[in-house]
């Protein structure tokens, strides 16, 4: 039996692509799950209770802070308790950083950094009431290095993994664990839309886009699966992870080996 059975997971941006790969992965261990995300909520929810848990869904806005606290507050409430936080939900928009909209920095800001604190913010004292806890926070390879026309994105995700090491250190004697991950490309929605806008500008085939966007950053060539990613957060949920705190785990394909 799972050590995981019963305990609750939140998991925000997870009608869709990382969020939902992490879901189905801790419900497959017998976590309930609360889903958030603006994506097809009714697929997702089904696809997770097919792994026998109980769901819940809440559409909270991750870009206002006042929704963000009363869907810490449901969880607690409908659950009894929210012990695992995976801080996932993210939005992109590329540009050079003169020409970039000051409403789209606001709002990556908000959804990809803010919203983390926010969370952690509400969800902690719950956990130290119990002395157990697991946050992860869904941070990017570029929460380690930085690319051109995406400053709001590097910038977010940077401060993502201050923040990890931050809450990892303030918990350091406790239960209660905090880690980054920091994928690489993935093929997700949000990536999906900048392989689409490639294939176009560059008047190449969807393949061709997807095989050239991987070949630049990742040597090994190939997309990091969702679901790896979500064997990983199973991991730092796991009594093997106690002391894996603070960490920026990177899994990139050899990105930032380079």
């Not at 009363?70 to 695992?84: A, C, N, V, Y």
């Not at 929460?143 to 400053?151: D, E, F, H, I, R």
């Not at 991991?235 to 603070?246: I, K, N, Q, T, W």
Request: hydrophobic content about 40%; aromatic content about 6%.
């Amino acid at each position: 039996m799972s050590h995981l059975k019963s305990k609750t997971a939140l998991v925000t941006g997870s009608t869709s692509g990382i969020g939902l790969a992490m879901a189905i992965g801790l419900a497959k261990q017998g976590v309930n799950i609360m889903v958030n995300g603006f994506g097809e909520k009714d697929a997702a929810i089904a696809a997770i209770k097919a792994c026998g848990v109980e769901v819940e869904y809440h559409g909270a806005d991750m870009s206002k802070p006042i929704e963000i606290e009363d869907l810490i507050k449901q969880t607690e409430k409908r659950f009894g308790s929210l012990d695992i936080l995976v801080n996932n939900a993210g939005i992109q928009h590329t540009a050079n950083v003169e020409d970039f909209p000051e409403d789209k920095w606001e709002s990556i800001i908000a959804i990809n950094l803010s919203s983390a604190f926010y969370t952690s913010h509400h969800a902690l004292p719950g956990m130290k009431k119990r002395n157990w806890g697991r946050i992860i926070n869904i941070a990017s390879v570029h929460g380690l290095v930085g690319s051109v026309q995406k400053s709001a994105y590097v910038a977010a995700k940077h401060g993502i993994v201050g923040l990890t090491k931050v809450t990892a250190l303030e918990n350091a004697k406790t239960g209660i664990t905090c880690n980054a991950i920091c994928p690489g490309w993935v093929l997700t929605p949000l990536v999906q839309n900048q392989v689409d806008a490639r294939a176009e500008r560059e008047g190449i085939s969807n393949e061709e886009a997807k095989k050239a966007l991987v070949s630049e950053k990742q040597p090994s060539g190939e997309f990091v699966a969702p679901e790896q990613l979500a064997a990983l957060a199973v991991f730092l949920c796991s009594p093997d992870a106690s002391e894996v705190r603070g960490a920026a785990w990177n899994m990139d394909g050899g990105w930032t080996a380079q």
